[in-house]
């Protein structure tokens, strides 16, 4: 079972909906974050992200009915990823979260997910 799977339950859509808006609005403060983003309008890639997330945390499979298997890894190859990117991008997710009024449980699994996911999109030295 995906240990993930509560976090839907416990935390509801609501508040994923409102962790990806937080997340984008300090994407778009971050130069190095914003660059990977070509279109002028982040709303598509932020809807695609909060499908992702009710996905992953255990609700909706909206997510792969729509785009298909999620395959995080492939999908990024086209941008260089490396450990100051992966910073950015979870120093921007983590203030995002710090926002959010969670249970401490629920935000330290979350982190958790969030931290594992960041460390496998590396692709460049």
């Known amino acids: 079972m995906n240990p993930f799977q509560s976090v839907y339950e416990l935390i509801g859509e609501d508040q994923i909906r409102q962790l990806t808006h937080l997340f984008y609005l300090e994407v778009r403060k971050n130069e190095s974050l914003r660059s990977l983003y070509p ?10 992200l909060f499908l992702f997330l009710l996905q992953v945390f255990g609700g909706p499979q909206t997510y792969s009915e729509q785009r298909g298997h999620p395959r995080l890894r492939m999908r990024h190859l086209k941008w260089k990823i490396n450990g100051d990117m992966r910073n950015h991008w979870l120093n921007a997710m983590m203030t995002a979260i710090d926002q959010l009024n969670l249970d401490p449980n629920v935000k330290e699994l979350m982190l958790g997910y969030f931290i594992k996911v960041a460390n496998h999109m590396i692709n460049h030295e």
């Not at 279109?39 to 695609?48: S, V």
């Open 39 to 48: 279109e002028k309008d982040l709303a598509p890639a932020e809807e695609r």
